[in-house]
């Protein structure tokens, strides 16, 4: 009888060793494609960096925002960023509430993916000020009836709240690496042990870090809710047309659950081809992404639908110069190709099991992240160039924006930014959550613990 | 053959639109009967500023508002007078006609400024002035006199026909008053109504000014007066005393206080809850390798 006992026991520790070789084995190798890859990204960054550095210096005259639009393609991008972040608080908080078990591999992905998005929705939005140096001012003189100064509150408390939710179920992963990754530079090593906090596995120390998850996973919901909801009440609680909206919080919470869910399809493709993780991110896992993203879509149509019938049928002076603008004006090109290429063929599409297989899927995804990213610019801008009040004596160009070289370089950059953070963290961290697959395999934190 | 109709066709078009703005001989023989006088020069320069500017710029350059000829180049000024009158009374495409808004005179006045624009040596030399204002008259009836005179060798001589400005300064600006032009008479005086209903400062006070401006004649010249013609402006701060959410920082309402604090708060209470039990755990680890 015991020596059946041994003998599964020691089936499972063979297996928990092939699953941590088979999760940590690619960290280590960087091929030619990943060093071009960082070359890339880093050279987008630099320039961003470099068309800052000229924006310091010449003022926000080298971007094409004007008297009249005064908000471009940054807070267009800021918007995005949020977006994209909030799809941490939905795999790793909402349906890890519900137990849904395929949702375990993907927590670690969406949860970097919100932290390297709303690390950089905050820099974006530094940049966009045209005294940067006088940031500290907000904090000093920001009034607490400003919508500003929530935005500034709840964006910090979920990047704070994103990340205690990166590390908490990092830990036990970490003391895995401390034991089994042993052919790392020293300062790797190093990192693993001080943030392992000398893990040990004792039921007492899991009691506190499920309980801890739990509360995180509880918490994180409506301060996603809120940062997602502020950032439009910052559009809405103006008085414009197209943003004078009582459903712009939902209806932009929506929209970046859909974004998100994207976005997480588009990494979950690369790390399952690149790491060859197909045993963890299944055709099933695809299947299910594209379900959700398929729901969420449906729930951002039907918000549209609200955004733009209401308006359309009432045509009020202000507003139909507006929604003229998107339906058939300036605008209309890009607003029918976001709705139609980046909203509807998706959902239509993804109602097929064909098309909810990785490859098809990867593609629809990275066309719903691009059109959601021109979705916030035709949020952004078109509203401003309608202003409220007659202008008069403004140079014609005032009444148009195309951002500038400089905007679009340090767009780029900052989300070249972000991609480089989730290749450098998964190249130094595991992206799919060893103890938790191993949980589920029935391993048992005695084995993990060896 | 039909590529070679297509390609005349085309070329049809293209040369229709660059057609040449087509003068009738006899309005290109037209005589500027306006002679070159500072007056008709501050007339001209005073319409350019009104009716022209906006388009043609300031400089005349055409880099106004608008997409437009540049009256300072050769293109325009080796034209002779009468075309350039034509073109100015018929318009073309987005150049409106004036021969119905200005005086045939008006018009020669403009063409008479576009010459000196690109030769401003030949304007005789502005002459310096004095320039008085004085106010007068009680409830509406009040009036402001601007008088103009030139020191001579004995005394001051009056000087007529002098377009004078009058403003009164508001906190960002002057604001006009009177007529389009005020033209001095012979006694070198004119007078405009002050408007009723003007709000002045705490006392009433306010700033009038008179301006020789845009004027070929006479140099810059500025006098003002201060009088308590206006009303007294009411301040009412009681608003910003109150606590509401247009109020200074110090002053928000305490609902929002309440709420808002309450929510940062209890949020951040849970974090830290979190962050101790980071600890805890590190802490566990240490008493078990014990």
């Known amino acids: ?117 709303v690390i950089f929705a905050l820099i974006i939005i530094v940049v966009d000020m045209g005294r940067p140096e006088r940031l500290l001012n907000i904090f000093m003189y920001g009034r607490l009836q400003s919508p500003i100064v929530w935005d500034i509150i709840v964006v910090n408390t979920y990047l704070v709240i994103s990340l205690l939710l990166l590390y908490l179920p990092l830990i036990p992963d970490l003391a895995l690496l401390r034991k089994y990754k042993t052919d790392v530079p020293k ?45 439009s009440w910052l559009f809405a609680s103006t008085l414009r047309p197209g943003w004078d909206s009582t459903i712009f919080g939902p209806y932009f919470i929506a929209g970046a659950f ?18 060859n993780y197909q045993c963890y991110l299944t055709d099933y896992h695809f299947n299910m992404m594209g379900k959700l993203l398929v729901l969420t879509s449906l729930i951002y149509l039907y918000f549209n639908v609200n955004e ?61 992240v691009i059109g959601a990213f021109f979705k916030r610019y035709l949020i952004v801008t078109p509203t401003l160039l309608h202003p409220f009040l007659p202008v008069q004596n403004y140079p014609e160009s005032y009444h148009h924006y195309v951002p500038s070289f400089e905007e679009w370089t340090i767009t780029l950059g900052s989300i070249a930014g972000v991609l480089l953070i989730i290749s450098v963290f998964v190249k130094i961290f595991p992206i799919i959550p060893i103890w938790e697959v191993a949980h589920e395999e029935g391993i048992d934190n005695d084995i993990l613990n060896k | 053959m039909k590529l070679i109709l297509f390609l005349i066709f085309i070329i049809v078009i293209v040369l229709k639109s660059q057609a040449q703005w087509t003068i009738p001989a006899d309005a290109s023989q037209k005589i500027n009967n306006v002679e070159i006088t500072p007056k008709s020069l501050t007339v001209g320069k005073s319409i350019f500023n009104k009716m022209c500017q906006s388009c043609h ?67 005789p030399p502005a002459k310096n002035v004095k320039l008085i204002l004085s106010g007068t008259g009680k409830g509406n009836q009040r009036k402001v006199t601007a008088m103009v005179m030139e020191k001579g060798d004995s005394a001051y001589i009056m ?8 403003y009164i300064k508001r906190e960002f600006g002057l604001m006009r008053f009177g007529n389009d032009y005020n033209y001095t008479g012979s006694s070198g005086k004119v ?62 309402p305490v609902w ?35």
Do not use: C
């Open chain 1, 1 to 117: 009888m015991s020596v059946s006992i041994n003998k599964v026991e020691e089936n499972k520790t063979e297996r928990l060793k092939e699953i941590v070789n088979h999760l940590v084995q690619p960290m280590g190798k960087s091929g030619i494609g990943f060093k071009i890859w960082i070359a890339f990204l880093s050279i987008l960054a630099i320039a961003a960096l470099a068309m800052y550095i000229k924006q310091i210096q010449e003022g926000l005259s080298v971007t094409a925002m004007r008297d009249i639009a005064s908000w471009g393609i940054y807070i267009s991008n800021f918007v995005f960023l949020v977006a994209v972040s909030l799809v941490g608080s939905l795999i790793t908080a909402i349906l890890k509430l519900n137990k849904i078990k395929w949702a375990t591999s993907l927590t670690r992905i969406s949860e970097i993916i919100a932290v390297a998005a």
């Open chain 1, 187 to 231: 300062w790797q090593s190093e990192l693993y042990r001080i943030l392992s906090l000398g893990w040990q596995g004792t039921d007492e120390q899991y009691k506190i870090l499920k309980k801890s998850i739990n509360i995180l996973m509880v918490l994180i919901i409506p301060v996603a809710f809120a940062i997602h909801t502020v950032t």
């Open chain 1, 258 to 275: 859909m974004v998100g869910a994207a976005a997480v399809v588009v990494a979950m493709y690369i790390f399952r081809v690149k790491y």
């Open chain 1, 308 to 368: 733009f019938m209401v308006p359309f049928y009432k045509m009020k002076t202000a507003e139909s110069s507006h929604i003229k603008g998107l339906f058939s004006g300036e605008f209309s090109m890009m607003f029918w190709m976001v709705q139609i290429l980046g909203m509807i063929i998706p959902i239509i599409l993804l109602l097929f099991k064909k098309f909810r297989k990785p490859k098809p899927m990867m593609i629809i995804a990275v066309i719903v």
């Open chain 2, 57 to 123: 710029g300031k400089k005349a350059d055409g880099m106004g508002l608008m997409k437009s000829a540049s009256l300072i180049a050769d293109s325009l000024q080796l034209q002779k007078d009468g075309v350039i009158f034509y073109k100015i009374a018929t318009g073309k495409d987005q150049m409106p006609p004036f021969q119905s808004i200005l005086k045939e005179e008006e018009i020669w006045a403009v063409i008479n400024y576009l010459r000196i624009l690109v030769n401003p040596d030949s304007v």
């Open chain 2, 159 to 166: 000087q007529p026909d002098v377009d004078i400005h009058f």
């Open chain 2, 191 to 252: 007078s405009a109504m002050f408007p009723t209903g003007i709000i002045g400062d705490k006392e009433g006070v306010v700033t009038i000014y008179a301006k020789i401006e845009d004027s070929f004649m006479f140099t810059e010249t500025t006098d003002s007066i201060v009088q308590k013609w206006g009303k007294p402006i009411v301040v009412n701060n009681e608003a910003f005393d109150e606590r509401s959410l247009w109020a200074s920082r110090d002053k928000a």
């Open chain 2, 256 to 290: 929002l206080l309440l709420v808002a604090n309450g929510i940062i708060l209890f949020v951040w209470l849970f974090i830290i809850l979190v962050i101790v039990n980071i600890f805890r755990i590190k802490k566990l680890s240490k008493l078990f390798i014990k």
